[in-house]
């Protein structure tokens, strides 16, 4: 039962620490939208998605209006489209991104994921058409997000896929050069991808899901950080501990606003995911709660046994909070989207090669990193490659989502807006991974995949 004290401390959290539900996200399965003709497919997958969320965003602004919640976007994702691709005989799959846009804007959701494929173990139809089509897609829409799972830790990694996407989110950062290489940004390279994540750029619906439902993610590092600057004096125990507890109030708002919007909607309720999901906003940095707990600058040593911390924190102290946590779950490192990572990566502290050994141990991986417009796209590849290993082998999931700057170089500083804020243009390697990339193949499952 809420008292008093409860109730100011929640006003306090949300109006002065950034305090909000990221997202409410609708999975929508596009299953029986299948079709050979393409047009018909298209028509069908337009009119389930305005039928099925026509009032989602009216119930979001509803449930926000009601409590004083800041719900900050509402969002929609749905069923692999390479899956309905594969019925259409080899035609380009852009018309089902074309789709997707129009019922974007029909129901006014800010982004519809799901343009995807799972190529983990190897490419069956619809699945090289449609990464073949990504950039086009994403430079003619607005509002539709990519996503390719090339690894996984049953199955090892696809270096044929991994070698495609290289080339892949170079030409859509190309095909976007006039709006901040943008179509990059919304395309996640994923190593053991999940069903049910409601964040963007990554989300699809997977199979194994309800035919519709609804996901909801939360956020709260500048709770998290203000929770800790009231402790100078914790040891490493205690801190944990004033995490756990923190995490468990924040994940109890998000587990009310999935259960009302499920009940409104009369849509099945899925998963609360519990991460933490900066915003260039001030206050709102997961780079700034590792640095109150005694860092003088994020990316230095010490940083990723203090974001182990905080990932295992919040995830004991959410699983309390809700009977359904899932997506990907823990603390979100995205640098141009994190005030903190964005003032590490300019000073020099935060660098790619220890942002890799960071994802080791967060929820997501090398999120929203900008990179110079010259960057190889081996060198891309290789990149992925490297983070689906760790992925693999650690049993997680893993991601990549780098955005080359054309026309820039290391040191420069992309600018895109919004949530997406601004990144500095991070120095990679100048030495050559031509030859691995070339090799092709698939690298084998680790030992941990057999299980049964």
Same mark, same amino acid.
């Given at each position: 039962?809420?008292?008093?004290?409860?109730?100011?401390?929640?006003?306090?959290?949300?109006?002065?620490?950034?305090?909000?539900?990221?997202?409410?996200?609708?999975?929508?399965?596009?299953? /029986?939208? @299948?079709?050979?003709?393409?047009?018909?497919?298209? /028509?069908?997958?337009?009119?389930?998605?305005?039928?099925?969320?026509?009032?989602?965003?009216?119930?979001?602004?509803?449930?926000?209006?009601?409590?004083?919640?800041?719900?900050?976007?509402?969002?929609?994702?749905?069923?692999? @489209?390479?899956?309905?691709?594969? =019925?259409?005989?080899?035609?380009?799959?852009?018309?089902?991104?074309?789709? +997707?846009?129009?019922?974007?804007?029909?129901?006014?959701?800010?982004?519809?994921?799901?343009?995807?494929?799972?190529?983990?173990?190897?490419?069956?139809?619809?699945?090289?058409?449609?990464?073949?089509?990504?950039?086009?897609? #994403?430079?003619?829409?607005?509002?539709?997000?990519?996503?390719?799972?090339?690894?996984?830790?049953?199955?090892?990694?696809?270096?044929?896929?991994?070698?495609?996407?290289?080339?892949?989110?170079?030409?859509?950062?190309?095909?976007?050069?006039?709006?901040?290489?943008?179509?990059?940004?919304?395309?996640?390279?994923?190593?053991?991808?999940?069903?049910?994540?409601?964040?963007?750029?990554? =989300?699809?619906?997977?199979?194994?899901?309800?035919?519709?439902?609804?996901?909801?993610?939360?956020?709260?590092?500048?709770?998290?950080?203000?929770?800790?600057?009231?402790?100078?004096?914790?040891?490493?125990?205690?801190?944990?501990?004033?995490?756990?507890?923190? =995490?468990?109030?924040?994940?109890? $708002?998000?587990?009310?606003?999935?259960?009302?919007?499920?009940?409104?909607?009369?849509?099945?309720?899925?998963?609360?995911?519990?991460? #933490?999901?900066?915003?260039?906003?001030?206050?709102?940095?997961? =780079?700034?709660?590792?640095?109150?707990?005694?860092?003088?600058?994020?990316?230095?040593?010490?940083?990723?046994?203090?974001?182990? $911390?905080?990932?295992?924190?919040?995830?004991?102290?959410?699983?309390?909070?809700?009977?359904?946590?899932?997506?990907?779950?823990?603390?979100?490192?995205?640098?141009?989207? /994190?005030?903190?990572?964005?003032?590490?990566?300019?000073?020099?502290?935060?660098? +790619?090669?220890?942002?890799?050994?960071?994802?080791?141990?967060?929820?997501?991986?090398?999120?929203?990193?900008?990179?110079?417009?010259?960057?190889?796209?081996?060198?891309?590849?290789?990149?992925?490659? /490297?983070?689906?290993?760790?992925?693999?082998?650690?049993?997680?999931?893993?991601?990549?989502?780098?955005?080359?700057?054309?026309?820039?170089?290391?040191?420069?500083?992309?600018?895109?807006?919004?949530?997406?804020?601004?990144?500095?243009?991070?120095?990679?390697?100048?030495?050559?991974?031509?030859? #691995?990339?070339?090799?092709?193949?698939?690298?084998?499952?680790?030992?941990?995949?057999?299980?049964?």
């Amino acid at each position: 039962m809420l008292n008093t004290g409860d109730i100011l401390e929640t006003i306090k959290m949300i109006q002065e620490e950034n305090l909000d539900i990221r997202t409410i996200t609708m999975g929508i399965s596009l299953l /029986d939208c @299948i079709d050979s003709d393409i047009d018909r497919a298209c /028509d069908k997958v337009y009119e389930k998605i305005m039928r099925k969320a026509e009032r989602l965003v009216k119930t979001g602004e509803d449930i926000e209006k009601e409590y004083g919640i800041p719900i900050i976007n509402k969002r929609i994702s749905v069923t692999p @489209i390479a899956m309905l691709a594969a =019925a259409t005989g080899g035609r380009s799959p852009v018309k089902f991104a074309k789709a +997707l846009q129009r019922a974007a804007e029909g129901t006014g959701v800010n982004y519809i994921g799901g343009y995807s494929a799972l190529v983990h173990k190897g490419f069956s139809a619809g699945d090289r058409e449609l990464i073949d089509s990504i950039p086009e897609a #994403l430079a003619e829409t607005t509002n539709v997000c990519s996503s390719v799972n090339i690894g996984s830790t049953k199955a090892g990694i696809n270096m044929d896929a991994v070698s495609l996407m290289g080339s892949t989110i170079m030409k859509a950062a190309e095909a976007t050069k006039d709006n901040s290489c943008f179509g990059a940004a919304k395309i996640v390279v994923f190593c053991n991808a999940v069903e049910d994540n409601p964040f963007m750029a990554g =989300a699809f619906h997977g199979v194994g899901e309800y035919d519709t439902e609804i996901n909801v993610g939360v956020s709260g590092p500048g709770v998290v950080r203000a929770a800790i600057a009231k402790h100078p004096e914790a040891n490493m125990s205690e801190i944990a501990d004033i995490i756990k507890k923190t =995490a468990f109030k924040i994940t109890r $708002m998000g587990q009310l606003v999935a259960t009302e919007a499920s009940k409104r909607l009369d849509v099945p309720f899925g998963i609360v995911d519990l991460s #933490l999901a900066p915003t260039p906003a001030v206050g709102d940095s997961v =780079a700034h709660i590792l640095e109150e707990i005694g860092l003088e600058s994020c990316g230095t040593h010490g940083t990723t046994a203090c974001l182990a $911390m905080l990932n295992d924190a919040v995830k004991k102290g959410g699983v309390m909070a809700s009977s359904h946590v899932g997506g990907l779950s823990g603390a979100f490192i995205p640098v141009s989207e /994190d005030a903190g990572m964005i003032d590490a990566a300019v000073c020099g502290s935060l660098s +790619l090669e220890k942002l890799e050994a960071m994802t080791a141990v967060c929820s997501v991986g090398l999120d929203m990193i900008v990179i110079p417009g010259d960057t190889p796209v081996d060198t891309i590849s290789a990149i992925i490659a /490297d983070e689906a290993a760790i992925g693999m082998v650690n049993s997680k999931t893993t991601a990549v989502r780098l955005i080359p700057a054309i026309g820039m170089k290391e040191g420069e500083m992309l600018e895109f807006g919004g949530l997406f804020g601004s990144g500095p243009v991070m120095k990679v390697s100048p030495f050559s991974s031509s030859k #691995l990339i070339s090799r092709g193949g698939r690298i084998p499952a680790p030992l941990q995949s057999l299980k049964n």
